[in-house]
C-alpha cells in the first residue's frame, strides 16, 4: 500500500448540528438539514474511554491480556465556540432552556419553577430536546465523528465593542452517554446559512433605557457575557451508551459586564454590599435590549430578578466596572429570556 500524498486544511473541517427526532437515531429530525455551526476552530471532543492500564500479579510490566477498554459507561463532551448565526443560535437555546419546537418564536425562556427533565431510550418526537453533533471530516470517505443523543449543558453568548463591532460571539459545551456512531458524507446535507450576513446577530445596545444591570439603566457599556448551565445526568447502562439523559441539577443564569465609572455606576460597590436577604432591594432587573420586550430576529436578553455577585474596578484608558449578576427566580417569574 503506498503513502497518500494528501493533505487536508483544518479549515476543511466542519462542525454540523441537527435537531434530533427519536432517542438512540442519529438523523436530523423532521427532514431538516444539518447546520453548519460557523466556528473558530475544530477541537478534539473528549471521548473519555474507560481504560484499566494496571500491572497484574505475575509480572512487572503490562501485558497485552491486561488491557481493557470499555466505551459504554463513558460521557463524551464536545465543546465548540465561534462566531453566533441565527439558525444555530435558536437550536442551541431551544435545546438549553428545554422550550418545545417553534414555540418559543425566536425568544426562549427558562421558568424560575421549572421541573425536572428526562429523555432515553423510546422516547420519539424529540426534536429541540435532543441533537445530532457531526464532525464533518475533510476527507472525502467514511471518516466523520458523529455524536448522538447531545445535550447543551453550558452555553455563553458575549459581545464586546470592540470586536467585530460587538457581533456575538459564542461557545457551546454538548454531552452526550450514547456510543459514537459513524456516519457516511452522503447522510449529512449542510444547510451553511451562515454565509449569509443577515443571519449573524449584533449586540443591541442602540436604547440606554433598556441597557440595565440591576435596575440602573443609562449605563455605558463595553461588552458582556451571558453564561447558561444546564447539567446532564446519564442513567442506566445498555450496548449502546446511557439509556437515560436528565436535567435535574440547578440551572443558572449569569451576567458578566464592562461599564465605565461614571454617575451612573459610582455607588454599584454600595449596592453590592447592601444587599439585604428577602429586601425589596435584593434582586432587580438586568436587561440589554433595543426595546422592552424581547422580539423574534434581534439579540436581547432579560433577567427579570437579579442579585449582584462581583463589581470590581477594571483600569482601562478610562475606569471601568465589572460587574456580575446572577438571575433569581421567585418561583414564578421567567429566569432569564434570550432573543435571537
Request: net charge negative; hydrophobic share 40%; charged share 20%.
Amino acid at each position: 500500500m503506498a503513502i497518500s500524498t494528501a493533505a487536508y486544511s483544518p479549515k476543511e473541517f466542519q462542525v454540523l448540528i441537527a435537531e434530533q427526532d427519536a432517542f438512540g437515531t442519529i438523523e436530523a429530525g423532521g427532514g431538516n438539514a444539518y447546520h453548519a455551526l460557523d466556528v473558530d476552530s475544530v477541537g478534539t471532543p473528549s471521548l473519555n474511554p474507560t481504560q484499566v492500564l494496571d500491572v497484574r500479579n505475575g509480572s512487572r510490566v503490562l501485558q497485552k491480556e491486561d488491557f481493557f477498554q470499555d466505551v459504554k459507561a463513558s460521557i463524551k463532551e464536545i465543546s465548540v465556540s465561534g462566531t453566533a448565526t441565527t439558525a444555530a443560535l435558536d437550536m442551541l437555546l431551544e435545546n438549553i432552556t428545554g422550550e418545545a419546537e417553534g414555540s418559543a418564536s425566536g425568544v426562549y425562556s427558562f421558568a424560575s419553577n421549572a421541573a425536572t427533565q428526562s429523555v432515553g431510550a423510546g422516547d420519539s418526537s424529540q426534536a429541540g430536546t435532543l441533537l445530532s453533533v457531526v464532525i464533518k471530516s475533510g476527507f472525502a470517505t467514511n471518516a466523520d465523528l458523529s455524536f448522538k443523543d447531545c445535550v447543551v449543558t453550558s452555553l455563553s453568548l458575549n459581545g464586546d465593542a470592540g470586536t467585530e463591532g460587538g457581533r456575538i460571539k459564542f461557545s457551546a459545551t454538548m454531552q452526550t452517554g450514547s456510543i459514537v456512531e459513524d456516519l457516511t458524507d452522503a447522510a449529512t446535507t449542510v444547510d451553511t446559512a451562515f454565509a449569509a450576513s443577515e443571519q449573524y446577530l449584533m449586540s443591541n445596545w442602540a436604547d440606554a433605557t433598556y441597557r440595565k444591570i440591576y435596575g440602573v439603566d443609562d449605563l455605558v457599556m463595553s461588552s458582556f457575557t451571558l453564561t447558561l448551565e444546564n447539567p446532564a445526568t446519564f442513567s442506566g447502562i445498555t450496548s449502546s451508551g446511557y439509556e437515560v439523559v436528565s436535567r435535574a441539577g440547578e440551572f443558572s443564569a449569569s451576567l458578566d459586564t464592562t461599564v465605565k465609572y461614571d454617575a451612573e455606576t459610582e455607588d454599584f460597590f454600595q449596592k453590592f454590599n447592601n444587599q439585604t436577604q428577602h429586601a425589596s432591594t435584593a434582586a432587580q432587573e438586568s436587561k440589554l435590549n433595543h426595546q422592552d420586550a424581547l422580539a423574534n430576529g434581534s439579540f436581547g436578553i432579560s433577567m427579570p430578578l437579579t442579585i449582584l455577585t462581583n463589581v470590581a474596578f477594571n483600569e482601562g484608558d478610562v475606569m471601568m466596572l465589572d460587574i456580575s449578576v446572577k438571575a433569581v427566580g421567585d418561583g414564578s417569574n421567567a429566569l432569564v429570556e434570550v432573543a435571537c
